[in-house]
């Protein structure tokens, strides 16, 4: 049925002095309107830029895929709806590989004039390096999840024309397109739709363009390298870090954990991004943001593609969010001439099945309640809190229970951390204790499954006692087995 479409009015003048004038609107209706096209321009602007971009070719791809190296990533079916009077949206669940590259003067043969005779080793702008940080992204539209694996850089895999070697050398010898393939084969099929490559010099830029990241510095950070000219002197505390504090925050690894304690604070500053730098106004800084990185970058995503995952992003709650590690443990000094990260495979199977969407594994998961391995790390300072708690515990059936070295940030909300991504676990253990959040990171105790930071909400439910009653049988010492008890020497700080 044809809509109804009024009749005009008679242009008489009859007609025209017959209507009543029109009441001036409101001052309210005045900033109602102000905001909308306000809003309209802002999107239109963005919009128009982008789309301004997207016509001058894929200026985002730096390096040409052969067409075999264009196969390894899943680019049948599209990803988003394209850029149209509506912002792109994510069409299905996607996997991004991100690389993150150091190349310095010294690994290449020509380094660019200007990082020749300085005396040091210069980063310079290149892509083609060994990637010291490695991660695939899920966004997951049908589950409104956003998941991000870190992949340890010295993870033993198998790489083709390599061998058993570390993950990280696939992107210096076959780039993006054999990273993806390594990534694929060490996660038992897992499928990689695109890949973002990035260098340290535009991270830096990225994080200025986004205002900087206010982040708990959980450590006194320094360091010295000369011959890099690699500076770093962070301070514990909460900090705003502009792009050059981020890149020494996001780089520190000497401590007793190496590169796997580096890719806790990655999981750490993300999480403080996530929060403070993606909500849904990126999308206005999109064009900037692209034009200060654009050099720096490398990724076979259109433009309309980053738009969709840039949005969903942003909308994806800090509850959706889960930051996983590859499961694996360290290799012994003996046991290889390098040293490794190597892969527990049981663990990755699990993984990939409950985040990645891998239908058929090797192994099932089970209920592991009496063998859970929880760590507690105090933040609040009252020891009794922690007896109690770790008690408690023992009472509700989780008898593997041992205290790790205190959290160095006051926490006001207790986490609980599920550091194998069972998230099962986590929540069942919140609703047994009564307060606290679950959180899917690896930001907690390495030797421990489930991780549990208590806050000062933990001293709300349970009141510290008077430390003149320290010998009643509330908070006695709890007998933990010899076996329970951590090595101080690799607890995390």
Excluded at 116 to 139: C, K, P, W
Excluded at 157 to 170: M, R, S, V
Excluded at 247 to 256: C, S
């Amino acid at each position: 049925m044809s809509p109804k479409v009024p009749a005009p009015l008679s242009a008489s003048p009859k007609n025209v002095l017959q209507r009543k004038p029109t009441k001036p609107p409101s001052k309210l209706r005045w900033v109602w309107l102000a905001l909308s096209l306000i809003g309209v321009a802002t999107v239109s602007a963005s919009a128009g830029a982008l789309l301004a971009v997207a016509i001058a070719g894929t200026p985002l791809l730096q390096s040409k895929l052969t067409p075999e190296e264009a196969e390894v990533f899943n680019q049948d079916e599209p990803i988003s709806t394209s850029l149209s009077l509506r912002m792109p949206q994510l069409t299905r669940p996607v996997n991004i590989l991100i690389l993150g590259v150091k190349v310095l003067s010294s690994d290449v043969s020509n380094p660019p004039p200007e990082a020749q005779n300085l005396g040091y080793h210069a980063t310079i702008n290149s892509l083609e390096g060994l990637s010291d940080t490695m991660m695939l992204v899920r966004f997951n539209p049908e589950m409104r999840q956003l998941t991000v694996l870190s992949l340890p850089r010295d993870t033993r895999t198998w790489i083709d024309g390599l061998g058993l070697t570390k993950l990280n050398e696939a992107n210096t010898y076959g780039g993006p397109a054999l990273a993806a393939r390594a990534t694929n084969e060490l996660l038992g099929g897992v499928g990689i739709d695109r890949y973002i490559r990035i260098n340290v010099q535009g991270v830096e830029k990225l994080i200025d363009a986004l205002g900087g990241v206010t982040v708990y510095v959980p450590q006194d950070m320094q360091y010295k390298d000369d011959s890099q000219h690699l500076y770093i002197n962070l301070k514990q505390g909460e900090q705003h870090l502009n792009g050059a504090q981020a890149l020494q925050f996001l780089r520190f690894r000497y401590d007793n954990y190496g590169d796997i304690g580096r890719i806790q604070r990655q999981q750490m500053f993300m999480g403080a991004l996530k929060e403070q730098a993606l909500s849904p106004s990126i999308l206005t800084k999109l064009p900037q943001i692209l034009s200060a990185v654009q050099s720096n970058l490398d990724t076979n995503l259109s433009v309309e593609e980053l738009l969709a995952l840039a949005g969903f992003a942003s909308q994806v709650d800090r509850s959706n969010v889960r930051m996983l590690m590859l499961p694996g443990d360290f290799s012994y000094a003996e046991e290889y001439e390098a040293s490794y990260w190597l892969p527990n495979q049981r663990k990755i199977d699990e993984i990939t099945q409950q985040y990645f969407g891998r239908e058929t594994v090797s192994y099932v998961s089970a209920d592991y309640t009496e063998t859970t391995k929880i760590a507690i790390q105090d933040s609040t300072g009252q020891p009794n809190a922690v007896q109690h708690w770790v008690q408690t515990l023992d009472t509700i059936g989780y008898g593997n229970v041992f205290v790790d070295l205190p959290w160095s940030e006051r926490l006001a909300t207790t986490r609980i951390i599920a550091q194998q991504g069972d998230v099962r676990t986590a929540e069942a253990i919140r609703q047994s204790l009564g307060f606290g959040e679950v959180l899917i990171e690896s930001t907690g105790s390495l030797d421990s499954d489930i991780t549990i930071q208590l806050g000062q909400d933990a001293l709300q439910v349970h009141p510290v006692p008077d430390p003149t009653a320290i010998d009643s049988p509330e908070v006695a010492e709890p007998a933990l087995q010899p076996d329970a008890i951590p090595d101080q020497s690799t607890a995390i700080p």
